[in-house]
């Protein structure tokens, strides 16, 4: 039945013995699949879909809190589903070693008082609930997770105590819905006693919700979480162990930080905020989420930035536990040149769909 075999080839084949002789191609290596990432559901209704609004301290901050342009970038995030606003009133510090804070009254361009009220008047006017989450600042960007009074511990707290009362002051008069008493003074968290004294003084003039923003690696570290409303959690731990992770290695490594979470969140019976959650739109983004300069030698990647809210997204929708979200950041000022283009700013970028996709409310 050699004719089957014939038949079959259709024309000359390789086994006849008038086959025409055909050069060997080297092999090509079949290009790795690509990973689909996966679907981002809309986070459940109840979650404050938030951004971290940040003040644009350009020409005088012109165009910062309490501006016109502020204004309309408010109602222009209602289009990106956004229905929440932390702001940031600043406290300056000289240095780690200080212990007096310099409050933003006293520069011009920074978030005044008169400025953070009618910002939060103008987010309320515009359908946002607001968190209002005064920061301090150290010197030359020093990290206020590392201060060390050298007055003692007491000397910062009679100084920071007034300050942040002063806030929850403005929050109660003009009705803000969460307040946040510390973010990242990992240092501090040892005065235990201190800071309780601050939750109490903070109570007896403000009747909102409170809560903490720790650093992802210090969230063991709190000793008043059973004071407070929530847990709050500055969200910036690496998702990679090298650039060109995998997509389903960083999920895995997401799906890890998530799950202590819950054990934290049922060990203090508080649900989570995710008080900040960042990822700039650079190469090495999820190596070094917490890098905020852009004066690395990282390149704009676009692509990583919005897989990496991709993932995150797709994860959060799933945790009973999460109570809140605010993405770092969204200037004042849509022209703000304070962010070079491997900023954190989704706006502009393809990572905005992505939260304007968890932060949709379904049938909406």
């Known amino acids: ?27 090509v290596e079949a290009p790795a699949p690509v990973e689909p990432l996966p679907e981002v559901p809309p986070l459940p209704p109840e979650v404050l879909r938030g951004v971290c609004y940040a003040h644009a301290y350009q020409d005088g901050g012109a165009r910062g809190y309490g501006s016109e ?6 109602e222009e995030l209602r289009e990106h589903a956004v229905g929440s606003v932390s702001l940031t009133p600043f406290g300056f510090l000289p240095s780690l070693g200080a212990h007096e804070i310099r409050h933003a009254d006293s520069i011009g361009a920074s ?10 008047e103008a987010a309320h006017a515009a359908g946002h609930s607001v968190m209002l989450k005064p920061h301090l600042w150290v010197a030359r960007g020093e990290w206020r997770a590392r201060l060390d009074p050298a007055a003692g511990w007491d000397a910062f707290f009679d100084s920071y105590e007034p300050w942040m009362v002063g806030y929850a002051r403005l ?3 003009t009705g803000v819905e969460w307040l946040v008493i510390g973010t990242e003074l990992r240092s501090s968290l040892g005065q235990e006693e201190r800071w309780r004294r601050l939750i109490a003084a903070v109570r007896s003039v403000y009747e909102g919700e ?3 923003a720790a650093n992802w690696d210090a969230m063991d570290s709190v000793p008043f979480w059973d004071a407070l409303d929530a847990l709050g959690i500055q969200f910036y731990p690496p998702v990679a162990h090298a650039e060109g992770e995998t997509t389903g290695a960083m999920r895995e490594r997401l799906r890890g930080y998530f799950d202590r979470l819950a054990e934290l969140s049922t060990q203090h019976e508080r649900p989570v905020i995710f008080t900040e959650i960042g990822y700039r739109s650079a190469t090495n983004a999820a190596l070094r989420p917490h890098e905020w300069t852009d004066g690395t030698d990282a390149e704009v990647d676009l692509e990583l930035q919005r897989t990496l809210y991709t993932l995150f997204f797709a994860e959060a929708a799933t945790r009973d ?12 000022d849509p022209d703000s040149r304070e962010e070079g283009p491997t ?22």
């Open 343 to 364: 900023g954190f700013s989704p706006a502009g970028k393809p990572a905005a769909e992505v939260m304007r996709t968890a932060y949709a409310i379904s049938g909406e």
């Open 111 to 120: 978030e005044t008082d008169e400025r953070t009220r009618r910002e939060i």
């Open 69 to 74: 342009t502020s204004r309309r970038t408010l």
């Open 321 to 332: 536990y999460v109570r809140g979200v605010y993405l770092w950041k969204w200037f004042t």
């Open 210 to 212: 409170l809560v903490y």
């Open 171 to 173: 929050a109660a008069e």
């Open 1 to 27: 039945m050699a004719w089957l075999g014939l038949a079959a080839c259709g024309g000359p084949c390789a086994t006849e013995p008038n086959a025409p002789s055909r050069p060997v191609e080297p092999a």
